[in-house]
């Protein structure tokens, strides 16, 4: 069965203090993996998709990196509206059907 | 540009009472189109998806339908609400040839 871990549950971050976040999955034949961030009350953002290992994709202060077990989404001197929770999924079947993670709570205090 | 739109924004039902809520995509065609639900502090659940007009596939046993009456237009459905059905319910597209998908801003259901 297709599992999405991720890790920590929740994160504090000061102003500038540079982190990153873990996915770990297991699937068989991944066809793409993605990181969403949400405010609270609103549906998800989509940040990046990523298709094979060894694959980096950057925004602003963010930066994702795909290995054949994991991701990672490196957050970089975050700033308060860096604030959310961060979203990973795999699309491992057919239709476009994605399985997500619970997410990680980042909050970033000035 | 595509957009989504989600209706109404928030709702609030008795047990017992039906349930509609609407999904619109703008500016595409043929999207693949998905029904989710967030639970406090847990991941999204797919519920429902459909390649196309009157094709729906259901994920997850429950208590809920879905309907696809027009090509960018997508509803879910309860003839009776359970105190279980409350939740974040969340609409999202996906073009047929990209692979990612865009969700909606999302309906808040809480049945009392």
Partial sequence: EDQVTQSPEALRLQEGESSSLNCSYTVSGLRGLFWYRQDPGKGPEFLFTLYSAGEEKEKERLKATLTKKESFLHITAPKPEDSATYLCAVQAGSWGKLQFGAGTQVVVTP | ?112
Wanted: net charge positive.
């Fill in chain 2, 1 to 112: 540009s595509q957009t989504i739109h989600q209706w109404p924004a928030t709702l609030v039902q008795p047990v017992g009472s039906p349930l509609s809520l609407e999904c619109t995509v703008e500016g595409t065609s043929n999207p693949n189109l998905y029904w989710y639900r967030q639970a406090a502090g847990r991941g999204l659940q797919l519920l429902f998806y459909s390649v196309g007009i009157g094709q729906i596939s259901s994920e997850v046993p429950q208590n809920l339908s879905a309907s696809r009456p027009q090509d960018r237009q997508f509803i879910l459905s309860s003839k009776k609400l359970l105190l279980s059905d409350s939740g974040f319910y969340l609409c999202a597209w996906k073009g047929t040839a990209i692979e990612t998908q865009y969700f909606g801003p999302g309906t808040r259901l809480l049945v009392l």
